[in-house]
């Protein structure tokens, strides 16, 4: 089994703001409209995603019988991964968006820890901003941003696993356009690329190894966008976790009897 665990962060779905779960500095005037921004927001996603924004992922998920898959929020004892998920957790999925300082940095660094170490990491949406995502590829991540916008993503590395299956191109009625300059390192590859109708391009799947770890960003999921009811947004999510679990586990398919990680070969 692939133990893939989903990470959401949380705060907007819940409704309610509370002051340590945003950046320490904010005032007491942008933290009371930012709270009120949050409630309206709860509002708004739960007309678009009646059962949560993660709900459509995890169902696909748990519908996949080689996967085991463990969904867990920043409200979760340990922020959500105590040391023991996060240990057996081959590949992990992160959806974060305006918490992210509430993610101990001791917690950012074990993520990146393990994904030395061969842990897949599927970032998702504003995760270009979380800790784990910063951290582990040195880079700002940031980006331009405007409000939704139709979307068409084109599919520019076809032969690439995770483009497997899709056609040359998906549409998005609305998404957030998030556009370029983005400040991340030199992908090894860009999967997919996005063009908004107000004119931006967007470098929307690209993927990087670090250590024995595979990582993929991937932009659609804003919280007030049907994007995760889409299958085929759906379906470049699961190759991407298929394509990001580690070495060993691909090998046990393919021959039960290799169990050799990179880990102990690499301390031979
Ligand atoms: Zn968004």
Excluded at 169 to 197: H, N, T
Excluded at 213 to 227: A, L, M, R
Aim: hydrophobic share 35%; net charge negative.
């Amino acid at each position: 089994m692939l133990n893939v665990t989903v990470w959401y962060e949380y705060t907007q779905e819940s409704g309610y703001l509370k002051r340590e779960l945003v950046r320490p500095d904010i005032s007491e005037e942008d933290f009371q409209n930012f709270s009120r921004y949050t409630e309206e927001n709860c509002r708004k996603i739960h007309e678009v995603y009646p059962d949560g924004l993660m709900a459509p992922l995890i169902r696909t998920l748990e519908e996949d019988p080689e996967i085991h898959v463990t969904y867990t929020t920043l409200y979760d004892p340990c922020f959500g991964l105590p040391d023991e998920l996060l240990e057996h957790t081959d590949v992990l999925v992160w959806w974060a968006h305006i918490s992210h300082d509430a993610v101990p940095d001791e917690l950012a660094r074990k993520v990146t820890e393990r994904i030395y170490k061969g842990m897949g990491f599927v970032a998702l949406h504003s995760a270009h901003k979380s800790k784990p995502f910063m951290q582990v590829l040195g880079a700002s991540g940031t980006l331009r941003w405007r409000e939704k916008d139709f979307c068409r993503i084109w599919n520019t590395a076809p032969s690439h696993p995770i483009a497997q299956g899709l056609p040359e191109y998906i549409e998005l009625e609305e998404e957030e356009m998030y556009g370029e300059v983005f400040d991340i390192p030199k992908p090894d590859d860009v999967v997919f690329m996005s063009w908004y109708r107000g004119g931006e391009l967007f470098r929307s799947g690209c993927t990087w190894n670090r250590g024995y770890g595979k990582i993929f960003y991937f932009q659609p999921g804003h919280e007030t966008s049907p994007s995760y009811h889409n299958p085929l947004v759906r379906k470049i999510i699961c190759n991407a976790i298929r394509w990001a679990a580690p070495s060993m586990w691909r090998q046990s398919l393919d021959c039960p009897n290799v169990v050799e990680s990179p880990e102990s070969r690499h301390r031979q």
